[in-house]
């Protein structure tokens, strides 16, 4: 096995411009106080707001659980695997898989389970442990993986989404805005890309003893659960899904845009091109208007849909995490938001790997 990142010496982790340093508003001292007291220094945010990134540009992509077996001989190999339904339409926790042992076909099947399942919460994994380089060969199964265009990420592999709060560092909730009555922001992650999302990953590496979870909502569910004649008047529609607000926070506070904002146009209802399932793909945080809507007309549409997601506990999980629990889940066909409700003086530092899958199919 591979050593663990968190044993490998990382003395140049947080060498970063002047600029960085007074985004972060932390000097020397407590960087390095930050440092000694991450687990894995390795993934703390680096921000470079000299770094910058073409735009990106169309790839053919073929999602790797097309074929997969059902049956999934190559995931649930041995007698000591075990699942656990969290809900009826969504979430599966899994033990006695990891993912790190997986081959080529045991990851198809990976794949194909989180399509049917939406969120996979695999427990017990050494996948934290076995590399940066290892980690990222395992996404990238799963499609090219997207190159955050203003979150933190880690020096010198930018594939990583890093995830960091503590008691000197909380973006996250700036990003949000402290004037709310909650804390959720649902969302499905990048949006706004031409090409969205697929099986994504998500590992903690420092974690509150409580709270710090993550709600999932099942998009296929909720779409399910609308009269037939609403469901045929929303599909056909487009919605623009746009990364500017983003953009503007990250200039606002002085970080990284690595290229220039994107919006895109998707359909309102898309189709799994795996299992077929129809889902609704709109979310709060990235989808601005409906197409060929007045704005009064888009903003009552969207309202209903955002407040129908949200309010859906019904279809709705609360992923927990372990030492050791990876989450792997479907973006076409949810939505997620971060449960900000642990003390501001502990820290939450998680990573996400985002591989991009094809160009949202219309139902």
Known sequence: MAPSVADIDQSNTQTVTSEVLKLQLKDDSQNKQQDKGASYPAYLPYFDVTEKFPPTEIFEFSDPAIGADPKKPHLF???????????????????????????????????????????????????????????????????????????????????????????????????????????????????????????????????????????????????????????????????????????????KRGGPVRREPVESEHPVVRRHPVTGEKALYVNQGFTTRIVGFKDEESEYLLKFLFDHIAKGADFHIRATYKPGTVVVWDNRVTTHSAVDDFSDNVRRHAVRLTPQAEIPIPA
């Open 77 to 251: 190999f041995t007698g000591d695997v075990k699942t656990n339904h969290l809900s009826p339409y969504i979430g599966t926790e899994i033990t006695g898989v990891q993912i790190s042992q997986l081959s080529k076909e045991g990851l198809n099947e990976l794949g194909l389970y989180a399509a049917e399942r939406k969120v996979l919460v695999l427990r017990d994994q050494d996948f934290k442990d076995i590399g940066i380089e290892k980690q990222i060969e395992l996404a990238s199964h799963f499609g090219k993986i997207q190159r955050h265009p203003t979150s933190g990420n880690v020096k010198g592999y930018p594939e990583f989404h890093v995830v960091y709060r503590d008691a000197t560092d909380n973006i996250f909730r700036e990003y949000g805005g402290d004037n709310r009555t909650n804390k959720t922001s649902w969302h499905s992650d990048i949006s706004y890309e031409k090409q969205t999302p697929g099986t994504t990953f998500f590992w903690i590496l420092d974690q509150p003893d409580v709270g710090g979870s993550t709600l999932f909502s099942s998009q296929v569910e909720a779409y399910n659960r609308l009269s037939p004649e609403f469901q045929k008047r929303l599909e056909g529609l487009k919605a623009v899904h746009s990364a500017v607000y983003q953009a503007e926070f990250a200039r």
